[in-house]
């Protein structure tokens, strides 16, 4: 790579051996033979991080705008950054994330060009929390999942994506369940504001009655009064579904405009 570029490299120190494949990111981008597990906004893809290591996953995010390669540079965290440090943190505070391994930088002229974060590959029976009706040992589960809201909401623990497919989770012989949780940019630590906390509430049920049984759930963890917190989880539902509504009328109004339609 030329000299007009800067690379920052940050390798969990347990995990010295990762340093490599970062550096080869840093200096080519996706190695040839990456095993692609998502291609969207962003791009996941599976490699081979060497020995004592194994499979890793790359998380390689999306070339930022001009505006937001400065804003990245010079005055807030890349995503990447943020995911690593988070996960650290979370770990830290006895929570489950794959294990973090390493973030890179690529930068020139003060403008972020592109950046990786790299973490442990889950086992392959992990699953995810889309489509409850589906689950299986579902009231188990979300009793589950209720106890895991309030270990995060009284740990102050802000989890701002905390959407079914962000949630994963395992079951083991004993039929306890663990938890995992990925896509970790977008987090907060500390917060003490109830009502934000119960934000969570707005994106991982999908419709009014698992509203009522997540609800439930956390509850019966919490102590809380069902009631309450069944009234509290529906307001911050119906809110998340008004503001995503209006969005798609919106979108829907500037296309009509845009193409010259009434």
Do not use: H, Q
């Given at each position: 790579m030329k000299n007009r570029y800067k690379t920052r490299i940050v390798v969990n120190p347990q995990y010295p051996g990762v340093g490599k494949l970062a550096e080869l990111l840093a200096l080519d981008g996706e190695p040839a033979g990456a095993r692609v597990i998502y291609d969207g906004r962003n791009r996941l893809y599976v490699v081979d991080g060497g020995e004592g290591v194994g499979e890793v996953v790359v998380k390689d995010f999306h070339r930022p705008s001009f505006v937001n390669s400065l804003?990245?540079?010079?005055?807030?965290?890349?995503k990447a950054r943020r995911s690593y440090e988070n996960a650290m943190e979370l770990r830290r505070l006895g929570f489950g994330t794959p294990e973090p391994y390493a973030y890179v930088e690529v930068s020139s002229g003060g403008r972020l060009l592109r950046s990786y974060y790299l973490c442990a590959l889950l086992s392959a029976d992990h699953r995810d929390m889309r489509y409850f009706d589906k689950q299986p040992h579902l009231p188990e589960l979300l009793d589950a999942l209720g106890h895991e809201m309030v270990r995060l909401h009284r740990a102050g623990v802000l989890v701002?994506?905390?959407s079914p497919g962000n949630v994963l989770y395992v079951r083991d012989a004993e039929g306890v369940y663990h938890f995992s949780h990925v896509d970790l940019n977008r987090m907060e630590f500390g917060v003490k504001s109830h009502s934000r906390l119960m934000g969570n509430f707005r994106a991982m049920p999908c419709t009014p009655d698992e509203v009522d049984m997540l609800a439930a759930a956390y509850a019966h963890a919490s102590g809380d009064d069902v009631a309450a917190v069944t009234a509290e989880a529906h307001a911050q539902f119906?809110?998340?579904w008004r503001q995503v509504n209006r969005k798609r009328r919106l979108k829907k109004a500037l296309k009509r405009l845009t193409s010259?339609?009434?």
């Open positions: 804003v990245y540079t010079n005055l807030r965290k890349s701002k994506d905390f119906d809110a998340f010259g339609r009434e």
